[in-house]
C-alpha cells in the first residue's frame, strides 16, 4: 500500500491550534467531535528534493480532562498542570510513505507508519507582544514503528520555542521555532544506507546520532460560524549542520510544507474544560 509520509502533528494542526483558544479556557467545551478536511504540499522528509500532494479528509475528537488529554496534536495523561508547568505523557505519530514514491529511496525499505510515546514537559513563559503568550515544549519520545509489528525505532527529542496571540479580529495566530534531534537508530531509519540496497550514485552510509532538521512553522486559523473554522500552516525544515547532511539520502538542505483546510465540529458537549 502506499502512503504518503505526512506528520499526524501537522495534520492535527487545527487541533494544535486550540491552543491559541486556550486563551479563553473556560469557554472551551469538554469535548468536540467532528471532521476537517486538508489539502497539503509536504516536503516527503527533511533533505528530500520531493514533494507529496495530497488531499484528505479526517474525523477528529478532542477531550480536555483534567488528567486525560486529547488536544494539541497529541493524546495521553496529564500527570502535572500549574499555571506555569505541565508534564505530560503522550503519544503522536506520523504515516508512512512508499519507497516507490520517493526517487532517493527507491528499492529500499519503506518509511513505515511511526508512533511516539513518551514524555513532554512545557512551560508558559509569559506575556509577549500584543497578548500574546510564549511557551516551549521539550518532548522525549520512543518511536514505534506499527507496519513492522511495533518495532522500536529509537528515541526523539523535538525541542520547540512557540508564540502564539489572538487578534481583535477574530484570528488566532501561532509560530515557532525547533528542533529535531534523534538517536544512531531513528537517524538510520531516515538517513542509513545499509550494503544491500546501495548503488552507484547511492553508497552505504551509517547514519550518526544528533540534529536532524531545523523547524521553523507557523499557522493561522478563523471561525467562520460557530462550527466551521478555517485554518492554514506553512513549516520550513532544514538539514544545513545536521549530523547527517552528507547522507546520500539528502538531496537538498531546505524545503517546505504548507496546508489550509476547513474543520467542522459536529457535536460539543454543554460541560466545559478545566484550565
Excluded at 512551560?123 to 497578548?131: C, Q, R, S, T
Aim: cysteine-free; proline content about 5%; hydrophobic content about 40%.
Amino acid at each position: 500500500m502506499k502512503r504518503i509520509s505526512i506528520y499526524l502533528t501537522m495534520l492535527a494542526s487545527f487541533v494544535g491550534i486550540s491552543s491559541a483558544k486556550a486563551q479563553q479556557g473556560a469557554d472551551l467545551p469538554l469535548w468536540e467531535l467532528g471532521a476537517f478536511g486538508l489539502g497539503v504540499s509536504q516536503q516527503a522528509y527533511p533533505g528530500s528534493d520531493q514533494q507529496v500532494n495530497r488531499g484528505l479528509a479526517l474525523p477528529y475528537f478532542i477531550y480536555r480532562g483534567q488528567y486525560l488529554r486529547a488536544d494539541q496534536g497529541t493524546a495521553g495523561l496529564r500527570a502535572i498542570k500549574t499555571d506555569d508547568f505541565e508534564l505530560d505523557i503522550g503519544v503522536a505519530g506520523s504515516f508512512g510513505s512508499g519507497s516507490d514514491e520517493i526517487e532517493a529511496r527507491k528499492g529500499m525499505s519503506q518509511l513505515g507508519t511511526l508512533v511516539e510515546f513518551g514524555p513532554r514537559v512545557k512551560w508558559n513563559l509569559g506575556e509577549g507582544p500584543g497578548k500574546g503568550r510564549w511557551s516551549v515544549a521539550l518532548p522525549l519520545r520512543g518511536v514505534f514503528d506499527l507496519s513492522d509489528g511495533g518495532e522500536y525505532r529509537g528515541l526523539a527529542f523535538e525541542p520547540e520555542l512557540v508564540f502564539s496571540r489572538r487578534s481583535p479580529t477574530g484570528w488566532a495566530y501561532s509560530s515557532s521555532v525547533g528542533a529535531i534531534i534523534a538517536n544512531r537508530q531513528l537517524a538510520d531509519t531516515y538517513y542509513g544506507v545499509a550494503s544491500p540496497f546501495a548503488l552507484a550514485n547511492r553508497p552505504a552510509y551509517a547514519a550518526k546520532s544528533g540534529l536532524v532538521a531545523w523547524r521553523l512553522g507557523v499557522s493561522a486559523t478563523r471561525s467562520i460560524t460557530p462550527d466551521w473554522r478555517f485554518f492554514s500552516f506553512a513549516r520550513i525544515d532544514s538539514v544545513a549542520g545536521a549530523a547527517n547532511e552528507d547522507s546520500p539520502l539528502v538531496k537538498q538542505k531546505n524545503g517546505a510544507s504548507v496546508g489550509i483546510g476547513l474543520s467542522y465540529t459536529w457535536l460539543r458537549s454543554e460541560a466545559k474544560a478545566r484550565p
